[in-house]
């Protein structure tokens, strides 16, 4: 059988699991899922320094379905040039390449243009110290348990491989643990953690009357009064309610390479206008409708507000956020136009996310300095209307009366909790109420959604570090 039959197998079969969905969409998959491939083995193999093949096994049997294409992937990583090449069946054909500072770009036949940096020159943290730089071992007895369960493996599938856990109370570490070849300083990929990033940095533009909330959006696209998508504002798409059809991102699995937001990703060199091109699907604030499109057009945002290119982008970034919070080991990614890939590209440290989440647990301050904007947190963690996950404004959130919220609240999760999440596995996790920042990385399914074992570290944590557990040098 040639490798043209065999593909073609391979996507009518893929096709009939989404019988909505056209066969163009279809013919999108095996550029779709070798761009997946190679975005995520070059950033962890360059960025992160993870082993290329363990990554990819590890990624991929968190992802169902994915097992029915990967035997069929060629993987090449060039450690010399620094780039990764994946084709299926001996084609649809991808390659990311790494740069130093950015990380990995998805090239489309032509090397990225305009994306390099300035040397850092990080300026003194505001944020207090969160721990010195030998590993923290847990504190007590009962947190030492919690993360021995975290990283325990069960017999049978679906497996945690949980990577690295930072507890942080009152604004230290209580408790670290990270994998073999993971340590305090390795930066990892966040998935789509990375919106709570955008959704802090849109913060920080709205707190300097650069955006608001409220109003329209000043996307050259829709500047016409008559076009319908004239009316979507900054909340809309920090509320995945913005309306445009490109389809969802809830899910990670093979099936999710048919939906046209994943075009965007992993076929497109402008992420932002092909996103900016797509009709509205329903009116916006009509209803809710998660994908990573609302991201990336906010990203483009950032962009144009910071000066127009990747390095304003990091500049901004750096000058605003990561430097005041003492983050010093972040990677922002961007496409082959110099849009960060804010839906779900970044990568830092565990002990830098859990960083970010101290900010959002100081509401919004660090060091005497409001960061972002007064009441920018409660709106952060107030839930979306019809969102049945139970999400916010750039967070997940187990405020209000979703579906999800009160899932979690009954398998042990805080109500006041609201948490950054990406896919398989990532969460920074705040709990006002016990003062608590919560850091979860590694390379679980989605489901069930006890697989990756959060619900389990949450409540053992909580409970550890609750009124009355006593923690060798705690606050």
Not at 277 to 303: M, V
Request: glycine residues 10%.
């Amino acid at each position: 059988m040639t490798r043209r039959k065999l593909a073609f197998i391979l996507i009518a079969t893929t096709a009939c699991g989404a019988l909505a969905l056209t066969a163009a969409h279809a013919r999108d998959v095996p550029k779709v899922a070798t761009g997946f491939v190679a975005n995520v083995i070059c950033s962890e193999t360059f960025v992160s320094g993870l082993d290329p093949k363990r990554n990819l096994a590890e990624t991929t049997d968190a992802m169902p379905g994915a097992g029915l294409i990967t035997w069929a992937m060629d993987t090449e990583v060039d450690r010399q040039r620094k780039d990764v090449t994946v084709t299926l069946f001996g084609f649809g054909r991808s390659h990311a390449a790494y740069r130093e500072g950015v990380g990995c770009t998805l090239e489309h036949g032509e090397a990225s243009a305009g994306i390099s940096l300035p040397p850092a020159k990080p300026e003194a943290a505001l944020l207090p110290e969160i721990a010195g730089a030998a590993i923290v071992a847990p504190q007590t007895p009962q947190l030492a348990a919690a993360l021995d369960r975290a990283f325990a493996e069960p017999a049978e599938p679906p497996f945690r491989r949980t990577r690295a856990i930072v507890v942080m109370k009152d604004g230290r570490i209580v408790a670290e643990r990270y994998a073999d070849g993971i340590g305090t300083d390795t930066p990892l990929l966040g998935f789509s953690a990375t919106k709570s990033v955008i959704s802090a940095l849109i913060g920080i533009l709205v707190r300097d009357g650069k955006l608001a909330v409220d109003k329209p959006v000043p996307i050259a696209a829709w500047r016409e009064p008559n076009d319908p998508r004239h009316a979507i504002t900054v909340d809309q798409l920090l509320r995945h309610t913005a309306g445009l059809a490109l389809g969802s991102s809830l899910q990670a699995s093979l099936a999710s390479a048919l939906e046209p937001v994943n075009r965007m990703k992993f076929m497109e060199p402008d992420m932002a206008a092909y996103a900016e091109s797509i009709p509205l699907e329903t009116a916006p604030g009509a209803a809710w409708n998660y994908h990573d499109g609302n991201f990336i057009i906010l990203s483009h945002l950032i962009r144009d507000a910071a000066g127009g290119h990747a390095a304003d982008v990091m500049r901004f970034a750096r000058r605003e956020l990561f430097d005041p919070l003492g983050m010093r080991h972040v990677v922002m990614q961007f496409d082959a136009a110099g849009t960060p890939e804010g839906s779900g590209a970044m990568m830092a440290s565990a002990r830098d996310w859990a960083r970010l989440g101290q900010l959002y647990l100081n509401d919004g301050m660090a060091g005497g300095k409001r960061i972002l904007p007064e009441g920018w947190v409660k709106y952060s963690a107030s839930p979306t209307p019809n969102a049945w996950v139970g999400i916010g404004a750039g967070f997940w959130t187990n405020l209000g009366d979703s579906f999800g919220a009160n899932y979690r609240v009954e398998h042990g999760m805080p109500r006041d909790a609201f948490f950054a999440k990406g896919t398989i596995g990532q969460y920074v996790i705040i709990v006002p109420s016990q003062h608590l920042v919560i850091v979860r990385l590694g390379r679980s399914p989605n489901s069930p959604p006890k697989a990756d074992g959060v619900f389990d570290l949450v409540r053992d944590v909580v409970t550890a570090t609750s009124t009355g557990a006593r923690l060798a040098g705690g606050n």
